[in-house]
Nanobody, 118 residues
């Protein structure tokens, strides 16, 4: 139905930047809510940011002012611009699509590793 693939992760020094991309096979609906989650070593998955159909966004307190989420429905894609990266941002980052039409349903990517270290 919907397959999500993350890209753009890698190794970066503290204070650096990365741009993550999420590409979908199959159409992303304009009504879908899209978000980024992450899971650090030995930690549970947590919400990083989300963006709804109207463009409203929400960010975890830990990333406010540093990360920016965006979406391009025409390209079936979503992005996460990460600036001023910190070691505590190290995690596997996952793309998520929540589809509420015809009943709630979630789609997940396999994740991309982000490592922030000097």
């Amino acid at each position: 139905q919907v397959q999500l693939v993350e890209s753009g992760g890698g190794l970066v020094q503290p204070g650096g930047s990365l741009r993550l991309s999420c590409a979908a096979s199959g159409s992303i609906f304009s009504t879908d809510v899209m978000g980024w989650y992450r899971q650090g070593p030995g930690k549970q998955r947590e919400l990083v940011a989300y963006i709804n159909s109207g463009g409203s966004t929400n960010y975890a307190d830990s990333v406010k002012g540093r990360f920016t989420i965006s979406r391009d429905n025409a390209k079936n894609a979503m992005y996460l611009q990460m600036n001023v990266l910190k070691p505590e941002d190290t995690a596997v980052y996952y793309c998520n699509v929540h589809r509420w039409e015809l009943g709630p349903r979630d789609y997940w990517g396999q994740g991309t590793q982000v490592t922030v270290s000097s």
